[in-house]
T-cell receptor, first 119, second 110 residues
Framework: GAVVSQHPSWVICKSGTSVKIECRSLDFQATTMFWYRQFPKQSLMLMATSNEGSKATYEQGVEKDKFLINHASLTLSTLTVTSAHPEDSSFYIC???????????????FGPGTRLTVT | QKEVEQDPGPLSVPEGAIVSLNCTYSNSAFQYFMWYRQYSRKGPELLMYTYSSGNKEDGRFTAQVDKSSKYISLFIRDSQPSDSATYLCALNQGAQKLVFGQGTRLTINP
């Protein structure tokens, strides 16, 4: 199957600092990348959707100035948590939708996740 | 009513048993159906992807879609302790975002 990587896998930062998380599709090009947040024992919550070269579309209730998303290429998207606070501590997971030439494909692959702890 | 309903379990079965996981949905516009497996503290892993009614088999896994009943299933044969995880069904209408079920926590007991 297709592989999506995330870096870092875990990060601890102090309150008020910013953290950048990278998401890469390693062996395929992605039309669209997604960022999710997951709290313990809960399902995934979509934060935003981004297409290469376009501004991200944020879900209702997600602060776009706090969670900055850049989708620089068909294989790389970044999420920057600005001025992080303890309540931003969570598991952040990116996902990439396969770009398949000649046919519609909506297979979506997830990265391994990044655990963010804000102290 | 949620768009996608999935029994959260937990579900506990002995090793070697056949496991049946199910989701129902209300929106007939859903066209694409996926099953993911998620281990604790890991991202979801795509197990099955299908877009038509009927069965799709991959090793010990069989995905079944019944669009007329708005019902999808994932069967796991010869279940192993390593299959212990949370299983998520996910549906979409194509370019739209995925809609997830709540996830079923499965434990396979040796």
């Amino acid at each position: 199957g297709a592989v999506v990587s995330q870096h870092p896998s875990w990060v601890i930062c102090k309150s008020g600092t910013s953290v950048k998380i990278e998401c890469r599709s390693l062996d395929f090009q992605a039309t669209t990348m997604f960022w999710y947040r997951q709290f313990p024992k809960q399902s995934l919550m979509l934060m935003a959707t981004s297409n290469e070269g376009s501004k991200a579309t944020y879900e209702q209730g997600v602060e776009k100035d706090k969670f900055l998303i850049n989708h620089a290429s068909l294989t790389l998207s970044t999420l920057t948590v600005t001025s992080a606070h303890p309540e931003d501590s969570s598991f952040y997971i990116c996902s990439a939708r396969v770009l398949a030439s000649g046919r519609a494909s909506y297979e979506q692959y997830f990265g391994p996740g990044t655990r963010l702890t804000v102290t | 009513q949620k768009e996608v309903e999935q029994d959260p379990g937990p579900l506990s079965v002995p090793e070697g048993a056949i496991v049946s996981l199910n989701c129902t949905y209300s929106n007939s516009a859903f066209q694409y159906f996926m099953w993911y497996r998620q281990y604790s503290r890991k991202g979801p892993e795509l197990l099955m992807y299908t877009y038509s009614s009927g069965n799709k088999e991959d090793g010990r896994f069989t995905a079944q879609v019944d669009k007329s009943s708005k019902y999808i299933s994932l069967f796991i044969r010869d279940s192993q302790p390593s299959d212990s995880a949370t299983y998520l069904c996910a549906l979409n209408q194509g370019a739209q975002k995925l809609v997830f079920g709540q996830g079923t926590r499965l434990t396979i007991n040796p």
